[in-house]
């Protein structure tokens, strides 16, 4: 019910446009669809073009091509063809096209490719030990200078958290405590409870550093160590892996300790900040699907067909194995397994229907329902 109510509410366009392919070889119908979709892709273009400058356009030429023009059928609703005919004595063929354009998609999936496919939404929990203090943070509600230094920096890039007071209330702490050990699967498991594509984890402590002292006058000299992982929270894959120190001159040791902490996270911010993006826009979620109902074999290339070609966000599609009416597809993309769900009923495949049995994050359960024959 939700998924119809967004797509109802999905922004809109309807375009005009031509588009042309040479017939070869006397084959005109190959040629009429080839100019069907260059009139598509021409409408998609259209769109495109008023959602960011030419500029823009220019610089990302790459990466427009390959998330938004090669997947042109993936941003249509319908079409309607206004006009065709050969031209040029028979060596082409034109069509013209009214399509309506899901122009909400378009500029969603550029806001993402002009930010780098989109800053991820962030959880920090980082265990904390200063001078002559316990450890506090990363499972309690007060937050340490390690979480309150790298949140607030990369706030300040952009970044969107999570309410970390609101989130702990749904961890359990032995989750937690794997979590800031390294373990990748607890780690990941808290991040997507939270609501977080991308969750930090580490520790942080500050020691005296005695040897110095003696020169400094009654001054304390503090060095502290804070090292963190980001892992994706869809996969639990480790995103980054990095250790900072800093140090301070204090005449009380506690103070010490927080301005040192503050220094070893501000340093690790920044480059959190830019490897996050990067590794997060590189990578992708790999969706399993596991089709049933695929009667005949028809059905079964047709779902990998318009995964490959015409379903928005796919990097790539793994036809894995067919059994009977099962089969098992993977599919590269830069959506969770929910939006991908929602492209799929989103399509209207011409030989059956897709319903939508059960999903993870990582996996959906589909069947087939073939169509009546017309």
Not at 101 to 129: C, F, H, Q, W, Y
Not at 196 to 225: P, R, Y
Not at 228 to 244: M, P, Q
Request: charged content about 25%; glycine content about 8%.
């Amino acid at each position: 019910m939700f998924s119809g109510l967004a797509f109802a509410q999905e922004a809109m366009q309807t375009i005009t446009t031509d588009g042309t392919a040479s017939v070869l070889n006397g084959d005109k119908a190959q040629a009429r669809d080839v100019a069907t979709q260059d009139a598509l892709r021409n409408a998609v273009e259209q769109v495109t073009g008023a959602v960011i400058s030419s500029n823009t356009i220019v610089e990302n030429a790459m990466v427009v091509e390959d998330n938004i023009y090669s997947k042109a059928k993936g941003y249509i609703k319908n079409y309607s063809i206004v006009s065709e005919g050969e031209a040029d004595g028979g060596l082409s063929y034109n069509v013209k096209v009214k399509a309506l354009v899901r122009s909400g998609a378009i500029k969603e999936d550029m806001a993402d490719i002009i930010r780098g496919a989109g800053n991820p939404k962030l959880m920090v929990l980082i265990t904390e030990s200063n001078v002559g203090s316990s450890a506090i943070g990363g499972i309690d509600a007060q937050l340490g200078t390690a979480e309150n230094t790298i949140i607030e920096a990369m706030r300040n890039k952009g970044f969107d958290f999570v309410d970390p007071v609101t989130a702990e209330k749904s961890i359990r702490r032995d989750k937690a405590l794997a979590a800031l050990d390294g373990d990748a699967q607890a780690a990941a498991f808290i991040g997507e409870r939270a609501g977080a594509e991308v969750i930090i984890t580490g520790k942080s402590f500050a020691k005296e550093a005695t040897a110095a002292n003696d020169m400094l006058g009654g001054m304390k000299s503090i060095q502290a160590t804070v090292s963190v992982k980001a892992f994706n929270t869809d996969d639990g894959r480790i995103l980054v892996s990095k250790v900072e120190t800093g140090r301070a001159v204090h005449i009380e040791e506690i103070t010490g300790g927080t301005k040192a902490i503050e220094q070893a996270s501000a340093k690790l911010a920044d480059y959190l900040a830019e490897e996050i993006v990067k590794k997060f826009a590189r990578g992708g979620n790999t969706v399993t699907l596991n089709v049933t109902g695929a009667s005949n074999y028809d059905l079964y290339q047709e779902l990998v067909n318009v995964l490959k070609y015409e379903v928005r966000g796919v990097k790539s599609v793994n036809d894995r194995e067919v059994t009977g009416n099962t089969g098992l597809v993977e599919v590269e993309t830069k959506f969770n397994s929910s939006q991908l769900a929602q492209e799929l009923l989103y399509k209207n495949f011409a030989k059956f229907s897709v319903k939508i049995l059960s999903r993870t994050a990582n996996r959906i359960n589909l069947r087939l329902r073939a169509k009546p024959a017309r």
